[in-house]
């Protein structure tokens, strides 16, 4: 019997009131159920509309139903989706009425898992279905987008391809050494090793990458007590979510929000002051400042546009390649430290968080700093998760001791069982390595319905 063969069923509506709520069920008895909630054997691919009766007769809604013969549907099971009012109570009462017609609620992922498990997506494609639900901002949506449409997959088909033409080579020495086959070419094996390890670098290369776009990149707001941070912070996410006051030192922790700029998401961070004289308690706030720069993606660091003389302390600061110089107060008169600034060839970016003035400049600034991001990811739309990068990292580790083998003269064998390890690594990417726990891990992070 296939695993998970029994008829499940969810239900999901957006949060508040919603005009509609879906209910999908997936499974063996999907025909039996259609069939009897319209009086007739389904048409696939056809949305009726009908009166959802109880199994007591009782009129429950005015619904549309569609129903999607196995394997040409999303499970690759026979499907149908139900789509009713969004009164909560509405969608509750015909779930209630599914579950005593024999089906169960859906697992977290369920629908999803069943996929994969039926051949309908790869591993890597499952996981893209989380992302998009997910997507904080346009460059992640696009890049979800093509994950679910196979672009890593492919990738990693390529990869395991190559390395199979490589694996046979090899294993034909070990496995028939008394044939009449040509020398070993090890110059031309270690040249495809070399060129694996260079693919697989470059889809490591797009880890860091990925991080960004799930979880926005950490853009860190710094500067003296009392230069506008906290205002600039609240100027850029459209309302006031840090207290603001002319004593300075009044941020002592840092604030954490995410924002929209262009196609991205920012995660910014408001920080305490680096107050050269700082009392006990902003000592400890200056402290969590310096452990969020030293994680920071990007850097906003603020000055007074009106000051006359810079800490020594900022020439690191203001040498960081990750750092955008924001000069605020940009409505009062310049003092010497701009002026100095201009002089050494500094790009500046003139705010006034007090009244608005060059904040689209900044933004413009901010977003150009991102698309540098993508860039450095070779440009790829494949931006690999979490999972994939320890995978690919120990792909990677079992290319290099197959290399070294080779080098040292070590016996054919022991090369090809590194490089079975690769491609066993390779193949957790995608899913062709059966792992049911780290399959069952994986999917219970998924919400309901999917």
Do not use: W
Not at 209 to 235: A, C, H, Q
Not at 331 to 336: A, F, Q, S
Not at 431 to 436: M, Q
């Amino acid at each position: 019997m296939p695993r998970h063969a029994d008829t499940i069923a969810a239900f999901a509506t957006p949060a508040g009131t919603a005009a509609l709520a879906v209910l999908r069920i997936t499974g063996p008895d999907t025909r039996r159920l259609a069939t009897e909630l319209g009086g007739a054997s389904p048409p696939p691919r056809v949305a009726r509309r009908l009166g959802y009766r109880s199994r007591s007769g009782e009129l429950l809604d005015d619904v549309v139903a569609t129903f999607y013969h196995g394997p040409k549907s999303y499970t690759g099971e026979d499907t149908m989706e139900i789509s009713c009012h969004g009164n909560p109570f509405i969608a509750q009462q015909i779930l209630e009425d599914l579950l005593a017609r024999g089906c169960r609620p859906a697992g977290p992922g369920e629908f999803t898992q069943r996929a994969f498990l039926n051949g309908k997506m790869d591993l890597s494609q499952a996981e893209a279905v989380m992302d998009v639900i997910h997507a904080r901002s346009e460059r992640a949506l696009q890049a979800a987008n093509q994950q679910l449409r196979g672009a890593l997959g492919r990738r990693m088909h390529g990869l395991v391809e190559s390395l199979l033409a490589v694996l046979a080579r090899i294993e034909a020495y070990v496995d028939f050494p008394d044939e009449d086959l040509p020398a070993e070419d090890l110059t031309r094996v270690r040249g495809e090793l070399e060129r694996l390890s260079l693919e697989t670098d470059r889809l490591l290369a797009t880890s860091h990458y990925g991080e960004l776009l799930r979880d926005g990149i950490k853009t860190v707001i710094v500067g003296e007590p009392n230069v506008g941070k906290s205002s600039l912070l609240n100027r850029l996410i459209g309302r006031d979510r840090a207290l603001v006051s002319p004593e300075p030192g009044t941020t002592r922790d840092f604030l954490e929000e995410r924002i929209l700029v262009g196609p991205h998401c920012l995660r910014l961070i408001d920080t305490a002051g680096l107050n050269p004289s700082p009392a006990p308690l902003e000592k400890l706030g200056m402290a969590k400042t310096m452990e969020q720069l030293a994680e920071a993606d990007l850097m906003l660091l603020v000055l007074d546009a009106s000051r006359n003389v810079l800490p020594e302390k900022y020439a690191e600061l203001l040498a960081a390649r990750n750092a955008i110089i924001v000069l605020n107060k940009s409505d009062l008169r310049d003092g010497e430290a701009a002026s100095d600034l201009r002089e050494k060839g500094r790009e500046l970016v003139r705010v006034s968080a007090l009244t608005g003035a060059g904040v689209e400049t900044l933004v413009a600034a901010i977003v150009a700093r991102a698309e540098q991001f993508c860039a450095a990811a070779g440009g790829e739309t494949v931006a690999i998760n979490a999972r994939h990068a320890h995978a690919l990292t120990e792909a990677q580790a079992g290319l290099a001791s197959a290399r070294d083998k080779l080098i040292h003269g070590e016996a054919t064998e022991l090369v090809a069982s590194d490089l079975r390890a690769v491609l066993a690594a390779y193949g957790e990417i995608t899913g062709k390595v059966d792992n049911e726990r780290m399959l069952d891990h994986l999917f219970a992070t998924f919400c309901i319905g999917k």
